[in-house]
């Protein structure tokens, strides 16, 4: 029997929030997603709208294993209702679940891994440990915050710099970010383990 793994990324639906900040969660699935179907197209399934999810959903294959990929569409600030019905609705521990969203703790380029973590202030995160019940669960954290060389987000209001869009020189970083973060994605999906992922990818 094939086991089900979860990753989802947190972002808002809409093409006006696309490429926002507070998107790079959806961005990311989608990377790791489009390396899946340019690799092994015959294991990889389009993004198609789920109503009973609330959430695009996308499937990869791998030997044993069954990868969905959601992109909630509920909105950031109502993620954990998405997140609450495919976990129902796959019979999901909640080890076996990945969420990736971003974080203005860390500049454009850095990430972190986190488990059994509140929410510190992200509104997404905060509905998924609601809806959950429970804050146990794995967190891929990217930075959105300006590097200080781009300085001019820095004395944005924190609503219009997260729904802000990244500078072209970000977007150079992120391009290499994503490719990091892919790995991180293979290495949880192989081994669905958040500790051995803290331990291999954490930075000092």
């Not at 995160?125 to 987000?153: A, M, N, T, W, Y």
């Not at 290499?176 to 331990?199: G, H, K, P, Y």
Request: charged share 20%.
């Amino acid at each position: 029997m094939s086991k089900t793994l979860l990753v989802v990324g947190l972002g808002n639906p809409g093409e006006e929030y696309a490429y926002t900040r507070h998107n790079v969660g959806f961005r990311v699935v989608d990377y790791w997603w489009q390396k899946a179907a340019n690799s092994k197209p015959d294991t990889v399934s389009p993004f198609t709208f789920q109503k009973k999810h609330q959430a695009l959903l996308a499937t990869v294959r791998q030997s044993t294993k069954k990868i969905l990929i959601a992109k909630p569409q509920t909105f950031m600030n109502n993620s954990g209702l998405s997140v609450k019905l495919l976990v129902d609705y796959y019979q999901l521990a909640l080890d076996d679940l990945l969420i990736i969203h971003d974080d203005l703790s860390f500049s454009v380029g850095d990430f972190k891994i986190n488990c059994c973590r509140g929410a510190a202030g992200h509104n997404g995160v905060r509905s998924l440990i609601e809806h959950l019940g429970s804050q146990d669960f794995c967190r891929l954290r990217v930075g959105i915050k300006p590097v200080k060389s781009f300085p001019d987000s820095l004395t944005q209001p924190l609503r219009e710099m997260v729904l802000g869009k990244f500078s072209l020189a970000e977007e150079k970083i992120l391009e290499e970010t994503f490719s990091q973060l892919a790995r991180v994605i293979d290495f949880w999906a192989q081994t669905n383990s958040c500790n051995l992922l803290q331990n291999k990818f954490n930075r000092k």
